[in-house]
C-alpha cells in the first residue's frame, strides 16, 4: 500500500489540550527509537539512497534540521501571535547539509541533544500554555501547543516509518531478509 506523502495529510484536532504530558513523552523518545531502529547498521546501508530519495541518515538529519522550526513555533506561541511561522516545503536546509557526509553517531547525538533541550523547554510551562492557539500557515487551522507537539511526533513517526521501510528495502536487496 502507497504511504500517504506527508504534504497531503490531514489532521484532526480534536482531542483535549490536557494530554500534552503523553504528547511531550513521545518527543522525547524519538532520539531513542531512531538510535534502537539504526542501530548495528553499516555506514554503507545508513547512506544508501533510493531512486533518489533521502537515505537513513538524511531523514536522521532532517528531523534535526527542524529541531529549530518547532522552536521557533514555541517563540511564537509565547509571543501570543496569531500565526505560527511557516515551514521551508522545500527542504532547502536538509538537501544542502550533506548529511551522508557527517557520521550517523554525530547526527544522533544532535537529534538527541536538540530534542532534551526542546523537552526541558517544554516542561518547563504551566498546563494552560498547551491550551494556546494560532493558525499553522500550511494546514490553514488553528493549532494549540499540544496539537504542534503531537503534529511533530508524527512527523518523527513518518520519518521512522521511512526509515524503518529502507531498511527493510536494503535487507531485501542483499539477502539479509
Do not use: C
Amino acid at each position: 500500500m502507497a504511504r500517504v506523502k506527508w504534504e497531503e495529510r490531514k489532521f484532526m484536532f480534536d482531542f483535549p489540550a490536557e494530554i500534552y504530558p503523553e504528547m511531550i513523552e513521545r518527543l522525547r523518545g524519538a532520539p531513542a527509537r531512531i538510535e534502537d531502529r539504526v542501530k548495528g547498521l553499516p555506514s554503507a546501508t545508513l547512506t544508501q539512497r533510493d531512486a533518489g530519495r533521502w537515505s537513513i541518515q538524511e531523514n536522521i538529519g532532517h528531523l534535526l534540521d527542524l529541531e529549530p522550526l518547532v522552536a521557533g513555533r514555541l517563540d511564537d506561541y509565547d509571543a501570543n501571535l496569531a500565526t505560527l511561522r511557516a515551514a521551508d516545503m522545500t527542504n532547502r536546509k536538509t538537501h544542502a547539509a550533506q548529511h551522508n557526509g557527517t557520521p550517523a553517531e554525530n547526527l544522533l547525538r544532535a537529534f538527541r541533544k536538540a530534542r532534551l533541550a526542546l523537552v526541558e523547554r517544554l516542561e518547563k510551562y504551566p498546563a494552560d500554555f498547551f491550551a494556546r492557539a494560532a493558525l499553522h500557515p500550511r494546514l490553514k487551522k488553528d493549532m494549540r501547543v499540544t496539537d504542534m507537539l503531537f503534529f511533530q511526533s508524527e512527523h518523527d513517526d513518518y520519518h521512522l516509518a521511512r526509515i524503518s521501510e529502507l531498511i527493510r528495502l536494503f535487507q531485501r536487496a542483499s539477502g539479509d531478509a
